[in-house]
């Protein structure tokens, strides 16, 4: 079970420096996530949801235990190491869309293939294909201030998905979406989830997220407290 | 990737045209400070060069050693013989005599009686002989308040200021009281054939210009003169050729054992204006500083504004997976293609407010009270081969200075810290 694992973490404690002392964000977190999960870590805002998924997508590091991700321990990483994986195998997904304002929808797709070093008509293919899949080749001209936030959200979910990385991690995604923007996207990873394999992990306390994960995993105080597997439900 | 980011850079025009425009404005003043201070200090050491020390000047060596007291009675002798043999050493350089002398210049009454005198100093120049460059050389001709320039030996000018004191007028006679070359006394008349503004005081106060054959004449210092000044055929002063004919002259014709044997010095060390040479460099050096470190600081902030806007994007591309040091490093091609651009155009800019007041000048003479004068009435700018390129070194400098410092912060933190204020 664990050595089909795609992350792995152990005994897993985030602490932050507070003034003179120390905040236990996450205190000794065990999980194990298998290739093609569409899971979410659930709790309350201020539950460590954030930190778990950072130490994940190795952009920060575990005070204690370890968290392997892709059969590579994110705290023995150098700053290289770390990009590097972040650049071959996660994409990530935010609340606030980050995307690069002075560039267009295609252009922001492009970029992390740029970072892959792909040929001209490879490069070509995949954003094309990316941007059918979250429905906008219509808009690939487009700058993200002429855009919908759905919209927005739909080129953020094409820039992490177009080098078809092996996890994809999302934080928050809908928290600035309407319900009808917040269950399309959702739909759409659902899909890309199925077809491509792609593991998705959610940080979330939106219902609407809830509702279509096939794994709830509850954090509180920066413990699991709960990791069921969901019979699937649909709306 | 790199014309993925110009692309961005081009279309971000807080992150390029702020910049740029600060760039280029520091870059033409460099360019243009330099031309100017090049060329008022050109003009400077120029109209020093014209009037006291030529590009290069013979004395006896007594004579050199004594100079400020005007020693005449140490001049140079049998100087004919010893121009004809420097124009077959030095064919391309012009040798001018010149007398500096002093005394007193007496206004006499129709009795002859004294009237008013004054304490005079003069320079005898070649004003007659008809292929004397020396009267365009000393602007004379533009600086003639009343009169006419002199056509006799026995004719002279005297400064406007000095002849309303003495109450003479033109076409009146004056004497010069002076000693001879052998410290006799000397008394000689001559006509004032007009009055001329020099533009430096104390030469205004008391000053005239006579012919050289005529003070000769009045001094008995025939086929003798005080200094030989030589001009070399060129634009503006350059020491490496002053030094080379001061060394092959020096080592032909000085005899160390002769305290008469000619001596020649070059501008540079003979002429109140040697200070200046190794200023003008200094004050060059500072004034690029200073524009590094002013534009530098400006940058910075701008750097720091546009760094603070751009945590989003670093974020971003730290976790698509960019290596932070090529992000730090792309935010210095950037600067460096800013700093070519604002250096280009401001250099452009600057060469050409130069080239306008080179051709043009400002004219002091204006702004002062009158420009009938000898001394450089309108400043112009020199265009030198350094204003080409003086530019680029503040523009680069300062633009990349100014990124890597702002730069520094986004370096030395953390990615996740990065990374949090981006959440925010
Ligand atoms: N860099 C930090 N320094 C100090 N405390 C932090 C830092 N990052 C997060 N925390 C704290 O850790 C806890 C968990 O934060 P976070 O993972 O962002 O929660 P969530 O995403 O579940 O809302 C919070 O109480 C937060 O204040
Ligand atoms: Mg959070």
Redesign the pocket.
């Known amino acids: 079970m664990e050595q089909s694992s795609i992350i792995t973490i152990k005994e897993l404690i985030k602490r ?3 003034g003179k002392g120390e ?1 236990t ?2 205190n000794g977190i065990n999980l194990a996530f298998n290739t093609g999960e569409f899971a979410g870590i659930v ?12 130490i994940i997508g190795s952009l920060d590091t575990a005070t204690e235990g370890k968290a392997v991700v892709m059969g590579q321990s994110t705290g023995d990483l150098t700053t290289k190491g770390a990009a590097k994986l972040r650049r071959k195998h996660l994409g990530f997904i935010f609340q606030t869309y980050n995307l690069l304002p002075v560039y267009t929808v295609y252009e922001n797709v492009e970029f992390p293939l740029l970072l892959l070093q792909m040929s001209d008509s490879e490069r070509r293919k995949a954003i094309n294909d990316a941007l059918e899949w979250v429905g906008l080749t219509d808009k690939i001209k487009s700058r993200p201030a002429q855009l919908s936030g759905g919209e927005c959200q739909r080129v953020a979910i094409a820039r992490a998905m177009v080098k078809k990385p092996e996890i994809v991690l999302a ?2 995604p809908t928290a600035n979406l309407d319900a009808a923007n917040s269950h399309n996207i959702l739909k759409m990873m659902l899909k890309l989830n199925e077809e491509l394999k792609t593991t998705f992990i959610f ?1 979330t ?1 939106d219902d609407k997220v809830i509702k279509y994960l096939k794994r709830k995993i509850s ?1 509180e105080d ?1 413990k699991v407290v709960k990791d069921e597997i969901i019979k699937i439900k649909g709306d | 990737m790199i014309r993925f980011l110009f692309k961005g850079l081009l279309r971000d025009r807080s992150r390029s045209l702020l910049p740029i425009l600060v760039v280029t404005a520091g870059v033409t003043l460099t360019v243009f400070l330099h031309c100017y201070i090049t060329g008022v200090l050109g003009e400077m050491i120029e109209f020093s060069a014209k009037y006291t020390s030529g590009h290069v000047k013979v004395m006896t060596r007594a004579y050199a050693e004594n100079k400020n007291q005007l020693p005449n009675d140490l001049a140079l002798i049998e100087v004919n013989d010893l121009i004809s043999n420097l124009q077959k050493d030095y064919p391309t350089i012009e040798f001018v005599q010149r007398i500096n002398f002093g005394g007193l210049l007496d206004a006499p009454d129709e009795y002859g009686e004294t009237k008013k005198q004054g304490i005079v100093g003069g320079i005898a120049v070649d004003l007659i002989s008809e292929n004397s460059k020396e009267i365009d050389r000393l602007n004379i001709r533009n600086s003639l308040v009343k009169g006419r320039i002199p056509e006799k030996p026995n004719e002279v000018l005297i400064s406007d200021e000095f002849a309303n004191k003495l109450e003479v007028d033109l076409g009146e006679t004056v004497t010069l009281i002076t000693s001879t070359m052998y410290g006799g006394m000397s008394i000689q008349n001559f006509v004032v054939a007009g009055t001329i503004e020099f533009g430096v005081q104390i030469m205004d106060r008391s000053g005239m210009i006579a012919d050289i054959s005529g003070i000769q004449n009045a001094m008995d210092m025939h086929d003798a003169c005080g200094e030989l000044l030589g001009f070399l055929d060129m634009a503006n002063y350059d020491d490496i050729t002053a030094l080379n004919v001061e060394n092959t002259f020096n080592e032909k014709y000085t005899d160390l054992n002769d305290e008469f044997s000619p001596v020649m010095t070059r501008l540079k060390n003979d002429s109140i204006m040697s200070g200046y040479f190794d200023y003008v460099d200094s004050f060059v050096g500072i004034i690029v500083t200073i524009f590094i470190l002013a534009m530098s600081i400006v940058l910075w902030n701008t750097g720091l504004i546009g760094g603070l806007r751009r945590y989003g994007e670093i974020g971003v591309r730290l976790a698509i997976g960019e290596e932070k040091g090529h992000i730090y490093r792309s935010m210095i091609y950037e600067a460096l293609l800013i700093g070519i651009v604002g250096s280009i155009l401001g250099t452009l800019v600057g060469l050409g407010f130069s080239y306008w007041l080179q051709e043009v000048g400002i004219n002091v003479g204006d702004i002062m009270k009158s420009s009938k004068m000898m001394m450089p009435n309108v400043f112009r700018a020199n265009i030198t081969t350094p204003a080409y390129y003086i530019g680029l070194i503040p523009g680069l400098f300062s633009i990349t200075l100014g990124t890597m410092l702002s730069g520094i912060g986004i370096y030395k933190r953390k990615t ?2 990065l990374f ?1 204020e981006l ?1 925010t």
């Open positions: 932050f420096p507070v905040f964000a996450l709790g309350p805002s201020g539950s460590g949801k954030t930190t778990l998924l950072n934080d928050e940080a306390h954090l920066g | 996740a810290q949090k959440e």
